[in-house]
């Protein structure tokens, strides 16, 4: 069955995400599984189901509303073409699982074919958006590529009108933006349910990616559902996602721990953390009355997928990751250890089920050995404290290694019991 989007617009009944974007709510299109690939990783399919699940999971039964899991492009091989259609069947119902693939009848019919038959499937046509794209990818001037897209979808929505299709325009950042507001109104009335704009090279700076969305929005057709995919290649993927969002735009591209094509693009746990860690300063960011979920998401799942994910790519969280770091929640210098909540912007065991820990490093002081200590079932009096404090400064020194480990300071301690007098050993 189909219905109208508000201005003459078709699109199919259900389609759960138009539905969202439209309502105000926020919609979350995962990448790491897709554009996460051209970052040099590969996510197993038993994996990706995984994934594809336990972030579902995250907004419970409102999964397939908040989270596009793009799930592969079947065109590479038939091991991915598995790998996608293993996605949309067993993840079904947890998320809106999609295909992704080139603008090439062919690559289409394997797309749907990749997800048809599961619940909230959709596919996502990768199109040129600007002429020097459209020149490289189809030796066609844009405005023809973005003709032959609209009959793409009807063929597609033909195959199986139960189907979504999304189109994504690449180089958009760089294309004209008369032509990008007409190219996404004709493709919406052709049965496109969201059109995303890509900044495909990550060259945008904030203020022009605002521009970016507020003239396509301003132009385009009322019943346009625009979506963001922006690279981080300036190191503003976040930044210029935040833009798209403060222009109106409510389908926003993210991949965990920001992998994707060369420097990435905005992280999943960040974004997901900043939309939801303070109900009223995203309500500033989205300058909207509307919550931004209709369930919001469980934030103490970040920590853990992310390790996941680090674990599954052999990407690692780092001391200085945001969010879900090795560094959030640690403690090793004496002023944070008296006041933590002076030095950090939130509470990560209350948001993230983070335990703040103390680590001993060349910046400690006796508050901090002693804290160490105690955990490790030591009381040192005043002379050993200052005494382990000296050891753990030469040690980090000598081994050129910030941190001492806590099996090597409590080898020290346990030689102040054997022998007293050797506290400065």
Same mark, same amino acid.
């Given at each position: 069955m189909e219905d109208q989007g508000g201005s003459g617009v078709t699109v199919i009944e259900q389609d759960v995400v138009r539905e969202s974007a439209r309502a105000g709510r926020v919609v979350l299109w995962e990448e790491s599984a897709r554009d996460g690939a051209q970052a040099k990783t590969l996510m197993s399919a038993a994996f990706r189901v995984h994934l594809a699940r336990e972030q579902g999971r995250?907004?419970?039964?409102?999964?397939?509303r908040h989270v596009v899991f793009a799930a592969g492009f079947p065109a590479v091989c038939r091991e991915e073409f598995?790998?996608?259609r293993r996605v949309a069947v067993e993840a079904e119902g947890a998320v809106s699982v999609a295909a992704v693939c080139r603008g090439r009848a062919e690559d289409v019919r394997q797309a749907v074919d990749a997800v048809r038959? %599961?619940?909230h499937a959709r596919v996502m046509l990768v199109v040129p958006g600007s002429e020097p794209m459209a020149r490289t990818m189809t030796h066609r001037p844009a405005r023809e590529a973005l003709e032959s897209a609209a009959a793409l979808i009807r063929e597609a929505r033909a195959v199986d009108d139960r189907i979504a299709v999304d189109i994504c325009l690449a180089d958009a950042s760089r294309a004209d933006h008369a032509l990008l507001a007409d190219g996404a109104s004709a493709l919406t009335a052709a049965g496109a349910g969201t059109?995303?704009?890509?900044?495909?090279?990550?060259?945008?700076?904030?203020?022009?990616?605002?521009?970016?969305?507020?003239?396509?929005?301003?132009?385009?057709?009322?019943?346009?559902?625009?979506?963001?995919?922006?690279?981080n290649d300036l190191g503003l993927g976040l @930044?210029?996602?935040?833009?798209?969002?403060?222009?109106g735009v409510r389908v926003v591209a993210a991949s965990w721990l920001g992998i994707a094509e060369r420097s990435g693009m905005a992280a999943t746990e960040q974004l997901l953390f900043l939309l939801a860690h303070d109900p009223a300063r995203a309500a500033?960011?989205?300058? @909207?009355? %509307?919550?931004?979920?209709?369930?919001?998401?469980d934030l103490t799942a970040l920590p853990r997928l992310a390790r996941l994910v680090a674990e599954e790519t052999g990407v690692p969280l780092t001391v200085t990751t945001p969010v879900v770091g090795t560094g959030v929640g640690t403690i090793s210098t004496g002023t944070p250890f008296v006041h933590p909540q002076l030095f950090q912007?939130?509470?990560?065991?209350e948001l993230l089920g983070i335990a703040p820990s103390t680590v001993l490093t060349q910046l400690a002081s006796v508050r901090v050995v002693r804290a160490v200590a105690d955990r490790l079932g030591h009381q040192l009096d005043e002379r050993q404290a200052r005494a382990a404090l000296a050891w753990v400064k030469t040690r980090a020194y000598r081994t050129g290694r910030a941190v001492v480990e806590d099996a090597d300071f409590a080898a020290y301690l346990t030689g102040l019991r054997v022998r007293p007098e050797a506290v400065t050993a």
């Open positions: 995250m907004f419970g039964a409102d999964g397939p598995e790998a996608v038959g %599961t619940a059109i995303v704009l890509a900044d495909t090279v990550g060259c945008q700076l904030p203020f022009e990616a605002a521009g970016l969305f507020e003239r396509i929005r301003a132009t385009a057709d009322p019943g346009v559902v625009l979506a963001s995919h922006l690279h @930044a210029n996602t935040l833009e798209a969002l403060r222009a500033r960011l989205l300058a @909207a009355d %509307t919550p931004a979920w209709w369930t919001a998401p912007p939130f509470d990560p065991e």
